[in-house]
């Protein structure tokens, strides 16, 4: 029954722990998602306006989005549709049948005036004519017509059939519609009225173009057709572009302007909670995504839960940073390339993880698509995103000696480098001509977003670690300088012992170099992990230097408790000094449970019984890789 309660306790216990963990884990994803759900607010919820038509602005308006009026773009399209007129094809075969036909009165009129004999007369000569003109002409032309044709000297005929067929040839070679007929008639007439050719003839001449005039030009309904698709592609679609002014203030709202409010969704009656829905569900994939590589880090033991919350922290500087240089942020003034974006991943990467620094670089580039899209509603600003996204990877990328303050410099001029070569690439592949002026200027931008992040980074990482406890590389350098207070008091009091220290903190380097585990805090840890024995530094072997050993003098189990006290000791005096965690647990774990062999035997032999718990240290065991490596 005891033992079963035993569990169930246990159990209790260890889905408390659990609880805590995601609880302790969930609040900052939720924090960061939260912040900037507010922060990205207002771009992509724009003000609504209760107005009336032919009422007055309250103010200036600007439209939030680009949207296409179709309305205007449908007129447009009507009346491109009506300008294109009918597309008629001009028949040739039509042309050169009816010119046969005029060319056959002439061509019989001749063959009657040669074939004639000298004793036939006019009317046997009308008579010959009618048997050999075609009946359609006949039909058309009486041949009473083409008496003076057969009385005139051919030469004349001749002149007047030359002017007769050009007329005709050059009107059908423009095309005569149905509608034409009648003024082509005409025109005819007057030259022929106005030619050479002989008063008695124009007469006959006229009658014989009328009867040569058809219509040649045929309606085509598939080159109308063809005609008014064309002109319908050209119609560019009428744009409501966003940013552009819709009504000044104290403007009278027209019909169209009020039409161009309700189709941008400004009006009170239009409230769109869409958008504000979206940005929630976007916001919790974020936060999604922050808890994911949390709960990975932490689980993996590469990370402790202060290290959660300077990413947390980090995050909201990050979001602020971004969210004050979007009220800047024009279609036409990208002063996001001045924004030193590359501050947030150098700090996480120096205090947590690179695969996080990794991580949050696209997740802030992804949040800067939305935050710096210049409040234009429905717009994702691409270009922003990209930017944020390679100045942040190439930070990174450069930053690969965590261990020296000047990497950091280092890192920023390779950042500088990315920045301009990015800013470059968006210059060259815009349709925009941009001047010399303003591409020094973008890419002054870039350089100087590289500098002030190397700045800001260098500023905020002693704070930081101060504010969250974080031991970083950087720290880790500076206690291990032998100028400081603790290792120079080492060195002073137990030189000896300063002498192993160095040894084990070389070796310890080594072997959690190897098994993946942190050199550098082994390293330093070892520095210090004997502090304790400078209380008494002569009952420590190391530091007799040729002196009688003081333990010859003592009981062992005095001489033990010397000894086993000296890893307690130097941890408090670290504590007492607030040094990290990290340093004071290597101390007071070097030693973990183990047995002090040598006085544990001397005392088993000068008396019994001895109790071995008083010749061990009380603990506790090597809580990481590198106490591990130390205590070996």
């Known amino acids: 029954m005891g033992k079963r309660t035993n569990q169930t306790t246990d159990q209790g216990r260890s889905l408390f722990q659990l609880y805590r963990f995601w609880i302790s884990l969930a609040v900052p994803a939720l924090l960061v998602a939260g ?23 309250p103010e200036t308006i600007y439209a939030p989005i680009t949207i296409e009026n179709e309305r205007e773009t449908e007129q447009q399209i009507r009346e491109v549709t009506q300008a294109v007129t009918d597309r008629y094809t001009v028949s040739d075969t039509i042309a050169e049948e009816r010119l046969e036909k005029v060319s056959e009165v002439f061509e019989v009129v001749e063959e009657v005036k040669t074939s004639a004999d000298s004793e036939e007369g006019i009317v046997e000569q009308v008579t010959k004519l009618r048997t050999l003109i075609s009946e359609d002409i006949v039909e058309s032309l009486p041949v009473e017509l083409f008496r003076p044709l057969l009385v005139a000297d051919q030469q004349e005929v001749e002149a007047g059939q030359e002017i007769l067929m050009s007329s005709l040839r050059s009107a059908f070679e423009d095309g005569i519609r ?36 058809v219509e040649n030009a045929l309606f085509d309904a598939r080159k109308t057709d063809e005609a008014r698709k064309e002109a319908i592609s050209n119609v560019e679609p009428v744009m409501v572009r966003a940013g552009e002014v819709l009504v000044e203030q104290g403007a009278t709202i027209t019909n169209d302007v009020y039409e161009d409010l309700s189709l941008t969704g400004l009006l009170d009656e239009q409230k769109n909670a869409l958008p504000l829905m979206g940005l929630v569900l976007f916001s919790l994939m974020l936060g999604a995504l922050f808890l994911y590589e949390s709960v990975k880090a932490v689980s993996k033991g590469n990370l402790r839960a202060q290290h959660i919350y300077v990413m947390t922290a980090v995050s909201l500087f990050m979001i602020l940073l971004m969210k004050a240089f979007s009220l800047y942020v024009t279609l036409g003034n990208p002063v996001y390339y001045a924004m030193p974006a590359a501050t947030g991943v150098l700090l996480i990467k120096l ?12 997740l802030y580039a992804l949040m800067a698509t939305i935050l710096m899209n210049g409040q234009m509603l429905g717009m994702l600003n691409g270009a922003a995103g990209v930017y944020l996204l390679m100045t942040q990877l190439s930070a990174v990328f450069f930053l690969f000696q965590t261990k020296d303050r000047l990497s950091i410099v280092r890192a920023s001029v390779g950042v500088a ?32 977003a590289a500098f002030i992040a190397g700045v800001l980074t260098l500023g905020l990482l002693p704070f930081i670690e101060t504010w969250f406890g974080i031991l970083s590389d950087n720290k880790l350098l500076t206690l291990a300088s032998p100028n400081q207070p603790l290792l120079r008091k080492i060195l002073m009091e137990a030189p000896g012992t300063y002498h192993h220290s160095i040894m084990v903190a070389n070796l310890s380097e080594a072997a959690c170099e190897s098994i993946g585990a942190n050199g550098l805090l082994a390293r330093v840890g070892a520095y210090y992990h004997d502090l304790g024995k400078t209380r008494e530094p002569h009952y420590f072997i190391e530091n007799q230097m040729g002196m009688r050993n003081p333990h010859d003098f003592l009981d062992p189990d005095q001489s033990a408790e010397i000894i086993l006290h000296h890893p307690y000791e130097g941890a408090d005096l670290l504590e007492k000094e607030k040094l990290p965690k990290e340093i004071v647990d290597i101390a007071r774990q070097h030693h973990g449970t183990t047995l002090l062999k040598y006085f544990y035997y001397q005392a088993k032999e000068n008396k019994a019984p001895v109790r071995e718990d008083d010749f061990r240290y009380p603990g506790p065991k090597p809580q990481s890789k590198e106490a591990a490596v130390v205590c070996v």
């Open 417 to 448: 480098v990315i920045n301009i070569c990015t800013i470059l690439f968006f210059i060259f592949v815009s349709f925009e001509k941009y001047s010399w002026t303003e591409v020094m200027l973008f890419g002054g931008y870039g350089l100087g």
């Open 35 to 57: 912040v900037f759900f507010v922060a990205a607010f207002s771009n992509v919820h724009t003000q609504t306006y209760s107005l009336d038509k032919y009422g007055t602005a």
């Open 178 to 213: 149905s509608t034409d007929l009648e003024r082509e008639g005409r025109t005819l007439e007057l030259k022929l009225k106005y030619s050479s050719v002989p008063e008695s003839l124009q007469e006959v001449m006229i009658d014989i173009g009328y009867f040569g005039l």
């Open 351 to 362: 205090l947590c993880h690179e695969r996080l620094a990794v991580v949050m670089s696209i």
